[in-house]
């Protein structure tokens, strides 16, 4: 099941598309599962990114297999006004689970009461549904933040310390990524910040600065660029992104500043990173990969055994005193040299 056509993505992405210009995404055409199934529905906070195409593909086709009527795929474009929309359609259509990766995580108190007040089972993908203290309310896929993090910190100050670029010469900076709106994404910069810091102890932590954005390719290069030109004393960068999205930016940066020749840009992801490795050059040298496919089985399966069995998602993964279970997913450090090894066909 690892495997996954691309022309099903193709078709997945294209009805995601289509249906963002009107709000949210429509219900298929080809249900695919039986008509007396539980209905499904996933609400995505950006069905344009890659790494949500995978995930909603190999969502929808799972829980379809296990006897689903169909996984409806909501688009809200990263705008919290069209999530808000989505959410009444989900709920108006009486869906039996709701697994949603919000724009913005302050839309997790209403999500989860909306949802209660209907009688509907309620779980988050990626970015979990929290309280004001950051308290997960509801069941979550999420990745192993910090520790992804820190396995990039680890390639990070291997590459440093193999003589690749000086860590003392005050030339040399660190562009910290980060999307602090995202309480996934905080602690994969902060992983990385802390195990580089710790292997390379000579490396002065005023030279690591900090660049927020809100995920997107596009964002990731404008902060980047404006990094690159408020801080001309730096001509060999280390650069680390929460995603690939924003480790592409940053790449595109470089480039456009004739700093990529010396500098190493390391993601989170794999879905974009894959085709810098392609290239006879690239400054975008690494990524912590996570597979896609993986990622929405896992969370088809758990929807429906909340369905069938009963069995409330990742309580199994639930700390002592909590209400809900966090499944803690995971990467691989990937690079040039073997990527093809580690993705299989999702390497192409």
């Known amino acids: 099941m690892k495997k996954l056509m691309l022309t099903v993505a193709a078709g997945i992405f294209s009805i995601a598309l289509i249906a963002a210009s009107l709000g949210c995404a429509k219900e ?7 008509e007396e ?3 499904l529905a996933f609400i ?3 069905l344009s990114q890659e790494w949500f195409v995978g995930t909603s593909t190999a969502m929808r086709d799972t829980a379809i297999a296990r006897g689903a009527k169909d996984v409806i795929l909501f688009d809200t474009s990263m705008n919290p006004d069209k999530y808000m929309t989505a959410l009444d359609a989900a709920i108006s259509q009486k869906v039996d689970v709701l697994i949603v990766c919000p724009p913005d995580q302050k839309l997790s108190q209403i999500t989860v009461d909306r949802c209660k007040e209907n009688g509907i089972k309620v779980m988050a993908d990626d970015d979990g549904l929290i309280d004001e203290q950051g308290v997960h309310i509801a069941p979550a896929l999420e ?26 010469a005050a030339t040399t900076g660190f562009m910290l990524m980060n999307m602090p709106e995202v309480s996934s994404c905080v602690p994969r910069s902060e992983g990385a910040r802390d195990k580089f810091l710790e292997l390379v102890p000579s490396f002065d932590p005023k030279k690591v600065i900090r660049a927020d954005y809100d995920g997107t390719t596009d964002k990731g290069f404008n902060v980047a660029a404006a990094t690159i030109t408020a801080n001309p004393q730096f001509t060999s960068w280390i650069v680390m992104a929460p995603n690939d999205e924003g480790a592409q930016g940053a790449t595109r940066a470089l480039e456009q ?12 992801g794999g879905y974009l990173a894959k085709d810098e490795f392609k290239k006879d050059y690239s400054c975008f040298k690494a990524t912590a990969y996570i597979d896609p496919i993986l990622d929405g089985q896992i969370a088809a ?15 199994e993964y639930k700390k002592p005193g909590a209400e809900f279970g ?9 690079d040039a040299g073997n990527y093809r090894e580690i993705m299989g066909a999702s390497a192409d």
């Open 326 to 334: 966090v499944y803690p997913f995971s990467a691989t450090m990937v």
């Open 257 to 268: 500043a004739n700093l990529d020749r010396d500098a190493i840009v390391v993601g989170v």
């Open 301 to 315: 399966n758990a929807a429906m055994d909340w369905i069938e069995k009963g069995i409330v998602p990742y309580s």
């Open 143 to 168: 990745l192993d933040a910090y520790k992804v993090g820190q396995g990039i910190g680890e390639y990070l100050g291997a590459y440093v310390n193999g003589g690749n670029v000086s860590p003392t």
């Open 28 to 34: 298929s055409a080809d249900t695919g599962g039986g």
């Open 44 to 46: 995505c906070k950006d």
């Open 37 to 39: 199934g539980p209905l």
